[in-house]
């Protein structure tokens, strides 16, 4: 059981560090309109980094070093945004599946435990509880 609650935490909190990541992709995404509102035109900035000063006075730096066109930057976030919801899709479910199995072995565990009590009970304990209600408990 540890091995699964162990495995299961370790997915779960690796599912949830992909959220960080997620915006700093939307960041980049960000950028890049940043970029094509401050050129004009398709993100063709100049090798070095320049601040563009929007209409609110918010001040972003701007940079393209690599003077790719927006389409393409925009295209390689993409495929990083669905590679991120893919290791979050599986990392959740590898997380979920161990906890649930985790739990499922504690409850049996709980009741053969219950059950070998009940068992050794004397004559006088099935008197007062009803057999009804001892078979409710087991099966909840």
Not at 32 to 56: H, L, R
Not at 108 to 132: C, P, V
Request: glycine share 8%.
């Amino acid at each position: 059981d540890y091995v699964l609650i162990i495995i299961g935490t370790l997915s779960a909190a690796g599912a949830s560090a992909v959220f960080p990541l997620v915006f700093l992709l939307y960041g980049q995404i960000v950028g890049v309109f940043v970029d094509i509102n401050a050129s004009g035109k398709n993100a063709t900035i100049s090798q070095t980094p320049k601040t563009v000063t929007s209409p609110y006075g918010v001040e972003c730096l701007s940079s393209n070093p690599d003077n790719e066109s927006s389409s393409n930057r925009i295209e390689s976030v993409i495929y990083l945004y669905v590679g991120f919801g893919f290791i979050s899709l599986v990392l959740n479910y590898i997380g979920h599946v161990c906890w649930n199995t985790a739990g499922e072995k504690q409850i049996k565990k709980m009741r053969e435990s219950l059950y070998k009590t009940i068992i050794r009970q004397d004559m006088a304990f099935f008197d007062i509880n009803l057999s009804g209600d001892l078979n409710s408990i087991l099966t909840k």
